[in-house]
């Protein structure tokens, strides 16, 4: 199963400019990203201080992946990079020394 390190931002010109709606949007997607984290989908996720930026660590392939971020969007725009683990790296190195 691979591991993706997504990076997230809000769009900004899409945020709703009354606090009520932009309240409510935040709390949808927040749970949205609850729900993921429960049933597995998401190992980690965190925001920055100012609520603009973030990171979420995912496992599945890469259309699960690419699914899930795409239920975030266009409020979302994300940047989305495979990522090893240190076994996988040592494993790498250590068959280019054979």
């Known amino acids: 199963m691979a ?23 935040a709390v949808k997607m ?3 990203v609850k729900q993921e984290l ?7 996720w965190g925001c920055s201080i100012d609520g603009s930026t973030g ?4 496992e599945g392939n890469s259309i699960d992946t690419y699914k899930r971020i795409q ?5 979302v725009k994300f940047k989305v990079e495979e990522v090893l683990s240190i ?5 790498t190195y250590k068959a280019m020394m054979k």
């Open 3 to 25: 591991k993706y390190l997504a990076t997230w931002e809000i769009n900004q010109s899409l945020v709703p400019a009354n606090p009520k709606d932009m309240a409510a949007l």
């Open 30 to 32: 927040s749970e949205m």
């Open 38 to 44: 429960k049933e597995g989908q998401i190992s980690d």
């Open 55 to 58: 990171y979420s660590l995912l």
């Open 71 to 75: 239920m975030y969007a266009p409020y």
């Open 87 to 91: 076994d996988n790296v040592l494993k």
